[in-house]
């Protein structure tokens, strides 16, 4: 018997606030998740002719659209025959500053049949009229003498949190307030009393030199007939704080100290406005955040809270007028992406008192976030210190020299009192264990996991254990390391942007969520670091003491990502063709014979492989190649057709070249190495002879010693090997458990996946939530379940649904694409083979049942049985 189809569950953990729960199947044909700029109802959309697109759905099997209608306040693009559109620019006259536009989208199917949606959104503004304000920091050491908690830290010069602060008078009749806000350094906005908005560690980290982003909120409810509070609390955040592996701060990466700008704009019921700006007239003074830094952790002296500050009626005659600091706003911009968010909160699985007063939490996770503690009926004056730890030294002592200089040390001086409860608003660690000291007891303790809103959109789930635990890991790895840029790993003083692992990381990633918002804000983080000369840096955003003439692997970044972000999202404005023909130009240009030897930057080579090493030059030569290549591509969507030719054919010769020097016989590839066949083969370098004898040296590697790759091809092994016929080792890699392998880390306790295949290496470069290879998650939708497209298709238009069992009895995926839901659920066994598959309107797909039988099948919902043995 065939058991029934088993569907996969939701995502495990609420993964974003700003995804709509998912709607149930219409009968006809209906648009669904609509969007502006990659957004769900976005405030604040700087793109003077945004993006509107919209998801399809019909319970009916091929009733796919014909046209569309795209309306946006009075303007009306007309009835546009277009089968495959899943979105459209803004063809309207100039959009107004601030201003809320409804808009629908109609689809038509072939029968005549009409559906359509509503959403909305609201724009930004270029023109500022607000200044710069900020705390005197020279102020700082006469005005607040340390308090003896503070005496009793090393705080590593960091200075006390700024709270600011204006009043004003407002009448009744406050139909809509918008508070536009941004800050060098981090901000947390309040208006009489009540936070603004959900966002955290705004405004986001960008190279502040080249752009800041500003965020834009609804505070209509918060306004008062009489006294109004506008105020804000700054860090230090990326911008003034320790950032990344160079501790030279203040002013070494980008600014001395936090800096606020704000408008808060009322509309009346009379029609009227008024703007309440930052600049002369505000007040500073400082509260209980004695500092707070991303790396260090914070401080807060609850003693030192000055209750009411935010509201009015508060008296700050004794505080300081607030510094003007600037009226340039030429790096303003709205912001691309949702900001980072607190998306889930974890229990404790154990608390363990292991010295007097000292408990050990361990939250069962490792996750990027903070901790959030009650403390109850303590005297005043008590120093509790919250310190966190991804793993352990023996039973009962974190293990942190895998954090270098990140203290990670959280600390709350009390005020006494029934009951605080403590939460660093401007910091977060990479962590699954907590370690609370100074209290006697700890009986409301939570982890709070904060990531960057992307939607999730994948679900995956198969019949061995290990693998979902794999797949959970990669999610994790995801959230924990999507925290305003990609960076590398969430825990030690590093947190960067890193190119590569993005790079190799994001078709997984886009599998797992909607990170088309998230990846439309980075790369403009990638260009602004584009050198004059044209070269790629190795991280994004940039910032002072990293290397940043990219490496191979590393600045290819920049072609590779917004060409795999258009194939997914459909969306061709992440082709920034200029950028990329100045990248190719650039290494063209020092690598006169086509073999990229110079200008390489700091050639990390294929990092951390654990294998023998693939020659420097293989590596960049395959890179060259692919970023020329792709490059070729874009630039023919683009429609620049003369680039296009001119790059088509350096790629060509840039093969030729490849092939001249490094590929030998039978397909040999100099180094005899599982990378460098891997890029030979997935970037078209060879022949389909020379592919066959390098396919088949690959496997006879694979075989021999288990997966031996860095960062630079561990995203290309299963997908590599499966397109050449050796599922069955993909497979088996997969399933492996001695070191190297995914599964030894799941087997020894892994939550996340770690930086080094076997966890083993020097402590100070030990991460254990390093997203890149994680990389295999990709495969497992489209490999394992069987949900991909086809090599010309854009945002899966041409669905291919082709899934490789091995050995497991069953697996299903469910994918939120950019077009609507696609879903594999597929059973195996020795009676037969069973597969469901859903497929949006709009779309075909080719569907390869086991055996090799290939069928066509239109949108909607289909079952397959292949039936073995007796019964066949
Ligand atoms: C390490 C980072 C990152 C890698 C670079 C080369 O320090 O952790 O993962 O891309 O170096």
Request: glycine share 10%.
């Amino acid at each position: 018997m065939i058991g029934d189809a088993v569907h996969c569950a939701p995502a495990q953990t609420p993964a974003s606030r700003s995804a709509p729960a998912r709607p149930p199947v219409p009968p006809r044909l209906t648009p669904y998740g609509l969007r502006c700029e990659h957004r769900r109802t976005p405030l604040g959309v700087g793109e003077p002719r945004p993006l509107l697109s919209w998801r399809l759905a019909s319970a009916r099997a091929g009733d796919d659209p014909v046209a569309y209608e795209l309306e946006v306040g009075d303007w009306s693009s007309g009835r546009v025959e277009d089968p495959a559109a899943i979105g459209a620019v803004y063809g309207g006259p100039p959009l107004l500053p601030r201003t809320r536009y409804g808009w629908r989208v109609t689809v038509w199917a072939r029968d005549g049949a009409a559906g359509s949606a509503e959403s909305w959104f609201e724009t930004g503004q270029d023109v500022w009229q607000a200044s710069w304000i900020a705390h005197d920091p020279a102020a700082v050491a006469h005005m607040d003498p340390p308090t003896e908690g503070e005496q009793a830290l090393s705080h590593h010069g960091l200075l006390p949190c700024p709270q600011l602060r204006t009043s004003f008078e407002s009448t009744a009749g406050v139909t809509r307030a918008r508070l536009l806000i941004s800050a060098k350094g981090l901000y947390e906005a309040r208006v009489n009393g009540h936070r603004v908005g959900d966002a955290e560690l705004a405004p986001g980290w960008t190279d502040y030199r080249r752009r800041i982003q500003y965020q834009v909120h609804d505070v209509t409810p918060f306004l008062l007939d009489g006294e109004n509070v506008l105020a804000a609390t700054v860090a230090d955040g990326w911008w003034s704080g320790f950032t990344g592996f160079d501790p030279r701060r203040p002013g070494y990466h980008y600014g001395r100290f936090p800096e606020l700008i704000a408008e808060l704009h009322l509309t009346f019921d009379d029609g009227s406005t008024r703007v309440v700006a930052t600049g002369e007239g505000w007040r500073t003074g400082h509260g209980r955040v004695r500092y707070g830094d991303l790396l260090k952790g914070e401080c807060h002296d609850a003693r030192a809270e000055t209750p009411g500050w935010d509201l009015p009626g508060f008296d700050d005659s004794s505080w300081r007028p607030a510094v003007v600091t600037g009226d340039d706003h030429s790096l303003l911009v709205a912001s691309r992406d949702e900001p980072v968010r607190a998306l889930g909160e974890l229990l404790p699985i154990s608390t363990v008192l292991v010295r007097p007063g000292v408990h050990l939490v361990d939250f069962g996770q490792n996750i990027a976030g903070r901790v959030r503690l009650a403390v109850r009926d303590q005297e005043p004056g008590r120093r509790v210190t919250v310190r966190h730890g991804e793993t352990l030294d023996g039973e009962d002592r974190l293990h942190t020299a895998n954090l270098r200089t990140a203290d990670a040390t959280d600390v709350l001086i009390t005020a006494g009192g029934v009951e605080e409860v403590f939460e660093p608003r401007f910091t977060y660690h990479g962590f699954r264990y907590a370690e609370v000291s100074g209290l006697d007891r700890l009986d409301d303790i939570r982890a709070v996991v904060l990531h960057s809103d992307t939607p999730w959109t994948g679900t995956f789930d198969c019949s061995d254990p290990e693998v979902n635990r794999l797949h959970d890991n990669i999610g994790w790895g995801q959230r924990g390391n999507f925290v305003s840029v990609p960076t590398d790993c969430p825990q030690r003083d590093e947190r960067l942007g890193w190119l590569a692992d993005a790079q190799v990381f994001l078709p997984t990633a886009c599998f797992n969520a909607d990170v088309s918002g998230f990846f439309s804000k980075w790369m403009r983080d990638v260009v602004d670091a584009q050198s004059p000369e044209g070269g790629f840096s190795n991280v994004a955003p940039l910032l002072s003491g990293v290397a940043d003439e990219g490496a191979p692997g590393w600045a290819d970044a920049g072609v590779l990502v917004p060409w795999h972000l258009y194939r997914v999202y459909g969306d061709d404005r992440f082709l920034d063709v200029d950028s990329m023909v100045r990248w190719v130009d650039f290494v063209a240009r020092h690598n006169p014979d086509l073999i990229w030897r110079h200008r390489t930057g700091p050639h990390f080579a294929d990092w951390l492989a654990p294998g023998p090493a693939t020659p420097r030059e293989v590596l960049a030569t395959a890179f060259f190649h692919r970023s020329a290549a792709l490059t070729a591509e874009a630039a023919r969507v683009r429609g620049r057709h003369g680039e296009a030719e001119r790059l088509g054919a350096l790629a060509d010769r840039v093969r030729a070249a490849f092939v001249e020097a490094f590929v030998g016989d039978g397909g040999l590839v100099e180094g005899d190495t599982q990378t460098g066949y891997l890029l030979a083969l997935a970037f078209d370098l060879l022949t389909p002879e020379q592919s066959r004898g390098a396919a088949a040296r690959l496997a006879a590697l694979v075989e021999e010693s288990g997966p031996q790759t860095g960062f630079l091809g561990v995203n290309l092994l299963c997908p590599v090997l499966s397109a050449h016929g050796r599922d069955d080792l993909a497979h088996a890699l997969l399933r492996r458990t001695d070191p190297p392998s995914w599964l030894y880390q799941v087997r020894h306790g892994a939550t996340t996946v770690w930086e080094r295949w076997d966890g083993v290496g020097a402590p100070s470069m030990n991460s254990f939530n390093h997203y890149a290879f994680g990389s295999i998650g990709e495969w497992l939708y489209s490999g394992v379940a069987g949900i991909d497209q086809a090599p010309g298709s854009v945002a899966f238009r041409e669905v291919v649904i082709r899934p490789l069992p091995g050995d497991l009895s069953r697996a299903c995926a469910r994918y939120e694409s950019a077009r609507g839901l696609i879903s594999v659920s597929w059973h195996n066994d020795a009676e037969g083979f069973r597969l469901e598959t859903r497929i949006p309107p709009g779309a075909t797909a080719t569907v390869h049942l086991p055996g090799g039988d290939i069928r066509r099948v239109t949108s909607g919902d289909h079952i397959f049985e292949l039936v073995r043995g007796d019964k066949a």
